[in-house]
T-cell receptor, first 115, second 116 residues
Framework: AQSVTQPDIHITVSEGASLELRCNYSYGATPYLFWYVQSPGQGLQLLLK??????LVQGIKGFEAEFKRSQSSFNLRKPSVHWSDAAEYFCAVVIMDTGRRALTFGSGTRLQVQP | GAVVSQHPSWVICKSGTSVKIECRSL??????MFWYRQFPKQSLMLMATSNEGSKATYEQGVEKDKFLINHASLTLSTLTVTSAHPEDSSFYIC????????????FGPGTRLTVL
C-alpha cells in the first residue's frame, strides 16, 4: 500500500529563520506529490505540486519543494518564515500508474513560529 | 480555480440522530468526489469515493451502513452519518478532482461534527 511519512510531528522555528519540512513516500511507481497547508479552522490550501520535469518546484507564499527520487523525498522549504506560516502542513501523494485518484496524506507537521 | 463548498460548516447533534453533510462543486462538474475524515491533531483519512450514478466505494474499515453516501448529481454529493455517536465526532472534508492529467484535488472547507 502507498504511504507517506512526515517524520516531524511538530517543529518550532523563529520568525525569519529558514524552514524545511520532510516528506518521504514509499513507492516504486512515479508519484504525483503535493504539499498542503491547513490553518486552524480553515480548509486545505495547495502550496505546490510535482508531476514531472524540473525537480525543484515553486509554490505560493514563498515555498518551494525538491523531489529527490533517489531518496524518495519531497521536502518543503522556505528561506524566511513569517508568523502567518504557523499552521499544519501535509504532504500527499497520488500514484500515477493506478486508477486511484484520491490523495494519501502524511500524518502532518505542525509548525509553530516564535517571534 | 475551482470551488468546492460544504454545508453545514459545523453541526452539533445528539447521540442517535442522523446528520447530513453536503458537498457541492460550484463551477465544475464532478463525477467523483472523495470524503475524508480528520480527527483532532491527526491526518486526513479517506473514507469513501462517491460516484455519480453508482454506488460509493468505501475504504476498508469504514461502515457502509453508518456513513451513507449519495452522489445525486454531477455537482452534489452527500454524506449522512446515521445514528451518530460521540466517537463519530470529527472534521469531515470532501474533495473533487479536477482535470485528470493534472491530478488536481479541490477541497471543501470541511464540516465539524460534534455528537453529544
Amino acid at each position: 500500500a502507498q504511504s507517506v511519512t512526515q517524520p516531524d510531528i511538530h517543529i518550532t522555528v523563529s520568525e525569519g529563520a529558514s524552514l524545511e519540512l520532510r516528506c518521504n513516500y514509499s513507492y516504486g511507481a512515479t508519484p504525483y506529490l503535493f504539499w498542503y497547508v491547513q490553518s486552524p479552522g480553515q480548509g486545505l490550501q495547495l502550496l505546490l505540486k510535482y508531476f514531472s520535469g524540473d525537480t525543484l518546484v515553486q509554490g505560493i507564499k514563498g515555498f518551494e519543494a525538491e523531489f529527490k527520487r533517489s531518496q524518495s523525498s519531497f521536502n518543503l522549504r522556505k528561506p524566511s518564515v513569517h508568523w502567518s506560516d504557523a499552521a499544519e502542513y501535509f504532504c500527499a501523494v497520488v500514484i500515477m500508474d493506478t486508477g486511484r485518484r484520491a490523495l494519501t496524506f502524511g500524518s502532518g507537521t505542525r509548525l509553530q513560529v516564535q517571534p | 480555480g475551482a470551488v468546492v463548498s460544504q454545508h453545514p460548516s459545523w453541526v452539533i447533534c445528539k447521540s442517535g440522530t442522523s446528520v447530513k453533510i453536503e458537498c457541492r462543486s460550484l463551477d465544475f462538474q464532478a463525477t467523483t468526489m472523495f470524503w475524508y475524515r480528520q480527527f483532532p491533531k491527526q491526518s486526513l483519512m479517506l473514507m469513501a469515493t462517491s460516484n455519480e450514478g453508482s454506488k460509493a466505494t468505501y475504504e476498508q474499515g469504514v461502515e457502509k451502513d453508518k456513513f451513507l453516501i449519495n452522489h445525486a448529481s454531477l455537482t452534489l454529493s452527500t454524506l449522512t452519518v446515521t445514528s451518530a455517536h460521540p466517537e463519530d465526532s470529527s472534521f469531515y472534508i470532501c474533495s473533487a478532482p479536477g482535470q485528470v492529467l493534472k491530478r488536481e484535488q479541490f477541497f471543501g472547507p470541511g464540516t465539524r461534527l460534534t455528537v453529544l
